[in-house]
């Protein structure tokens, strides 16, 4: 399911890290409509596992959830290892903040924490967050980060209904 929602929106899933997973936009080129992919994404992957876990007994739906946190900014990119084997690893402030995002948004009980930075990268089309709601800003602290980050959050109607 990660796999397709990455792949329809043009990202790269760059690693899986125990239940989540990396999706970085704008490599090997960086494109125009990165920003928009990479919204495109996320809120794609939330539409697709709220669906996934209706299909679920109740029983097994009710113990488990899902948070994606989406930013954009620029990353360090680097190919490692030689020979037989190549792994590119993105660091930056950029994988941090996105990374602290998946916890905002569990702890604002959403599916997804959008950083401003993004939203307005994708141009505050509002349009692309029609299936669920979308509030915000809301001035956010982020844990390990001094100041703070303005942060929209958005669920899905079913999600909250």
């Known amino acids: 399911m990660v796999d397709k929602e990455a792949v329809s929106s043009g990202g790269m899933i760059n690693s899986y890290l125990g239940d989540g997973a990396m999706i970085l936009f704008g ?12 919204a495109q994404c996320a809120r794609g992957l939330c539409v697709s596992t709220q669906r996934w876990l209706a299909s679920l007994p109740p029983a097994v739906r009710s113990r488990l959830g899902f948070k994606v946190g989406a930013h954009f900014g620029t990353i360090v990119a680097s190919r490692l ?3 037989s084997y190549h792994h590119i ?3 930056g402030d950029t994988v941090n ?3 602290r995002l998946m916890e905002v948004a569990a702890g604002h009980e959403v599916e997804l924490a959008l950083s401003d930075e993004l939203f307005r990268a994708v141009g505050r089309d509002r349009s692309l967050f ?6 915000g800003p809301v001035e956010t602290r982020l844990r390990g980060r001094s100041g703070s980050l303005d942060v929209w959050f958005w669920r899905s109607r079913s999600e909250s209904s």
């Open 97 to 99: 903040v996105a990374s």
């Open 81 to 83: 290892g030689g020979g």
């Open 89 to 91: 690893t993105a660091t």
């Open 130 to 135: 029609e299936a669920g709601v979308l509030t």
């Open 27 to 38: 490599l090997p080129q960086a494109a125009s409509d990165d920003p928009f992919r990479a």
